[in-house]
């Protein structure tokens, strides 16, 4: 079974820009999540899909931030305009059914905003 | 609010040797669960242990086993018979019913040879 997959690896972009990252979760598993690490800090909630549908947002820091989760199946996170703080680690996971089960997390993306 | 804490930011430990890395939370919540994950520096995090708080029985797998104390709000975890590829980052994480994972700051664990 493949896991939890994230494009990119790392991203370098400049203040201003957009970026978009993807996450494709486990097959099957209709519940997706996304985390934040900012260098040297705890890794922060964003939000939660299930299937398509946002269960909740309260993580995400403003409106610059959009999330989609197309069809249930994979999921984008775009931050338009990129401003500095925005930097960080951008962790996806995934889980099966209930919202106890366990999330599987992806390597993360690496985002550098200049 | 729940919170979680982790206070060891590094710690190191000889192969072969026993090492125990402290977690508190803080709940008024009397159902969760508790975590521990690992992210080795190739990035990929992946769940060490769980342990869901209406259980006594602390968990263990392998040479991981967790000293979970609810009364005192703590979750430490203990690596025995460390090896080399323990080496990693390792987060404490708390989660309850609404779905989302309350990680510590995490504890940047070196296993020296």
Same mark, same amino acid.
Request: hydrophobic share 30%; with cysteine.
């Given at each position: 079974e493949a896991g939890v997959t994230q494009f990119p690896s790392h991203s370098v972009i400049e203040k201003g820009q957009t970026v978009t990252l993807r996450c494709d979760p486990i097959s099957g598993h209709d519940n997706l999540y996304w985390y934040r690490r900012v260098m040297g800090k705890e890794i922060k909630f964003l939000l939660h899909f299930v299937k398509e549908s946002?269960? !909740?947002?309260?993580?995400?820091?403003?409106?610059?931030f959009l999330a989609e989760r197309t069809g249930g199946t994979y999921s984008t996170l775009k931050v338009?305009?990129?401003?500095?703080? !925005?930097s960080g680690v951008y962790f996806c996971a995934s889980s099966r059914g209930g919202i106890t089960d366990t999330q599987y997390f992806g390597p993360g993306t690496r985002l550098t905003v200049l | 609010a729940q919170t979680v804490t982790q206070s060891q930011p590094e710690m190191s430990v000889q192969e072969a040797e026993t090492v125990t890395l402290s977690c508190t939370y803080d709940t008024s919540e009397s159902n969760y669960y508790l975590f521990w994950y690992k992210q080795p520096p190739s990035r990929q995090m992946i769940l060490v242990i769980r342990q869901e708080a209406y259980k006594q029985q602390n968990a263990t797998e392998n040479r991981f086993s967790v000293n979970f104390q609810k009364a005192a709000k703590s979750f430490s975890l203990k690596i025995s018979?460390?090896?080399?590829?323990?080496t990693a980052m390792y987060f404490c994480a708390y989660y309850n019913q609404g779905g989302k994972l309350i990680f510590g700051q995490g504890t940047e664990l070196s296993v020296k040879p």
């Amino acid at each position: 079974e493949a896991g939890v997959t994230q494009f990119p690896s790392h991203s370098v972009i400049e203040k201003g820009q957009t970026v978009t990252l993807r996450c494709d979760p486990i097959s099957g598993h209709d519940n997706l999540y996304w985390y934040r690490r900012v260098m040297g800090k705890e890794i922060k909630f964003l939000l939660h899909f299930v299937k398509e549908s946002k269960q !909740d947002e309260s993580g995400m820091p403003n409106n610059r931030f959009l999330a989609e989760r197309t069809g249930g199946t994979y999921s984008t996170l775009k931050v338009q305009p990129a401003e500095l703080e !925005d930097s960080g680690v951008y962790f996806c996971a995934s889980s099966r059914g209930g919202i106890t089960d366990t999330q599987y997390f992806g390597p993360g993306t690496r985002l550098t905003v200049l | 609010a729940q919170t979680v804490t982790q206070s060891q930011p590094e710690m190191s430990v000889q192969e072969a040797e026993t090492v125990t890395l402290s977690c508190t939370y803080d709940t008024s919540e009397s159902n969760y669960y508790l975590f521990w994950y690992k992210q080795p520096p190739s990035r990929q995090m992946i769940l060490v242990i769980r342990q869901e708080a209406y259980k006594q029985q602390n968990a263990t797998e392998n040479r991981f086993s967790v000293n979970f104390q609810k009364a005192a709000k703590s979750f430490s975890l203990k690596i025995s018979d460390s090896q080399l590829g323990d080496t990693a980052m390792y987060f404490c994480a708390y989660y309850n019913q609404g779905g989302k994972l309350i990680f510590g700051q995490g504890t940047e664990l070196s296993v020296k040879p």
